[in-house]
């Protein structure tokens, strides 16, 4: 992988992580598809049968494959929550970006995706304060904080491509 793009649900994860991919003409992978591929079955079905602790287990294995592979990859926005994610992530040498929005921006994409398992249980002040629980986590993953409320997609991109150029990451185009 050439970066992990990391944050809450909604944050612009996988959108970002496409067009980001195809400005470095790279792939995309979104962890939550290989998932998806892997268990042959949809995330809502994971938690419904097994339970969240099963997932994580998935997703943990489902990371550590990924990331020895090219291309930009987008997580789920628990993943980094986990422990034992968080230090995979961390022992990495793959950057990881937090692609940071504000509660507001976050409510506005997700309140009404039902593919989300934690939006379907979840009351509105329960998802701002995981949210806010996971901030730090977040925080202490991520080699570049991106807020991403007032940017164009092109700026978010510009701005990853800007900072693993500087550092040395990735070659200019």
Known sequence: MQA????????????????LAQTLATQHADLDDLI???????????????????????????LINAIKQPG????????????????VLKRSPVPVIWLAATGETILER?????SRPLVNDLNTESLMTLKRQRATLYANA????????QLSLQEIVGHIVSWLTASHLVARA
Do not use: C, W
Not at 72 to 87: E, Y
């Open 4 to 19: 992990i793009l990391i944050g809450f649900m909604g944050s612009g994860k996988t959108t970002v992580g496409r067009l």
């Open 36 to 62: 998806v591929e892997s268990a042959g079955t949809p995330i809502t079905t994971i938690f419904a049968n097994y339970g969240e602790p099963y997932f994580r287990q998935l997703e943990q294995q489902t």
């Open 72 to 87: 930009i990859l987008s997580t789920g926005g628990g993943t980094p929550t986990v422990a034992a994610n968080a230090a």
């Open 110 to 114: 997700v309140q009404n995706d039902r």
């Open 142 to 149: 991520a080699d570049l904080v991106i807020h991403t409320d």
